[in-house]
C-alpha cells in the first residue's frame, strides 16, 4: 500500500468522520470511513486499518459517557454479538475482494435508506420497547455486519429506538456495545490475516486525526444539531457504495 497523496486525501477526513461520528452521533456514520477507504485499496486493508482506530475511539468516548447507558439493552446487543462476529468470520474466509465491495456497498445503500427511512417517517420506532430476545437478535445481526464491513448500527438502533431513550443514552449505549463488539473482532481478524504492517503503519499516521474526530463528536452531542453532519455522510455512502458494487461485479 503506498501512503501517496490519495491516501492522505481519502483516509485523513474519512478517519475524522469516523471519529465524530463514534463521538457524538451514534456510531453509525463511522462506517463512511471504511467504504470510503475501500475505493483506493482492498477491502480487507480498509478493514484492518479501521478496527484498530474504532477501538480507539470506542476507549476515548467511553468516559465521556461512563455509566450513561441502558445496561439492559447494552448486555443484550454484546451477547447477540459474538455468533454475529462468528456468522462474519465464516462468510469472510470463503468470500475474495469483489464479494466484500459488492457487501459494503450494499450495506452503505441500505444503511442510508433505513436513515432516511427513519427521518422521513416511513417507518416508526415500535410503540412498546422491544424485548430483550429482539435485543439478542439486534445483536446477531450488528455483529455480522460489524465483522464485515464495520457497519453494525442499523440492527442496534432499530432495537435501541424502540426503548425511547433520550440521545445521550442511546449514544452511551452504542459505545458500550460496540466497544465490545469491535474487541470482539480483533482476534479472528488477526488470524485471517487482515491486519497487516500497512495497516499498523496506517493506524499510526491516522490516529490523530480520528482522536480529534472524538473530541469534536463530543462537543458535536453536546452543542449542534446532527442533520448536517448526516446529510454530508449519507451523501459519501451512497457515492461510495454505488461504486463499490460496481467495481465489485465487473
Not at 451514534?26 to 463512511?32: I, K
Not at 480498509?46 to 461512563?66: E, K, S
Not at 432499530?158 to 465490545?180: D, E, P, R
Request: hydrophobic fraction near 55%; glycine fraction near 12%; include cysteine.
Amino acid at each position: 500500500m503506498e501512503f501517496d497523496t490519495t491516501f492522505f486525501l481519502v483516509a485523513v477526513p474519512a478517519a475524522f468522520i469516523a471519529g465524530v461520528a463514534k463521538g457524538g452521533f451514534g456510531g453509525g456514520p463511522a462506517f463512511a470511513a471504511t467504504a470510503l477507504m475501500a475505493l483506493i485499496m482492498p477491502p480487507a486493508t480498509a478493514l484492518g486499518i479501521m478496527l484498530p482506530l474504532l477501538m480507539v475511539a470506542d476507549l476515548a468516548t467511553l468516559r465521556p459517557f461512563w455509566k450513561q447507558w441502558d445496561t439492559a439493552a447494552a448486555k443484550a446487543l454484546i451477547y447477540g454479538g459474538l455468533p454475529g462476529v462468528v456468522l462474519g468470520a465464516v462468510l469472510y474466509k470463503v468470500a475474495n475482494a469483489d464479494v466484500l465491495r459488492v457487501l459494503i456497498g450494499v450495506i452503505s445503500l441500505v444503511f442510508v435508506a433505513f436513515q432516511i427511512g427513519r427521518a422521513r417517517g416511513w417507518f416508526a420506532p415500535p410503540k412498546a420497547p422491544l424485548g430483550p430476545g429482539i435485543g439478542l437478535f439486534a445483536g446477531v445481526v450488528s455483529g455480522f455486519t460489524s465483522f464485515i464491513s464495520h457497519a453494525g448500527g442499523p440492527p442496534a438502533a432499530m432495537y435501541l429506538l424502540s426503548k425511547g431513550m433520550g440521545k445521550t443514552t442511546y449514544q452511551a449505549t452504542t459505545v458500550l456495545a460496540f466497544w465490545a463488539i469491535n474487541a470482539m473482532k480483533a482476534v479472528p481478524y488477526a488470524f485471517l490475516g487482515v491486519f497487516t504492517l500497512d495497516t499498523f503503519k496506517a493506524d499510526l499516521i491516522l490516529v490523530g486525526p480520528i482522536l480529534l474526530g472524538c473530541a469534536v463528536g463530543v462537543y458535536a452531542h453536546r452543542a449542534l444539531p446532527e442533520h448536517v453532519f448526516f446529510k454530508i455522510t449519507y451523501a459519501l455512502l451512497l457515492t461510495a457504495g454505488g461504486k463499490l458494487i460496481y467495481d465489485g461485479l465487473t
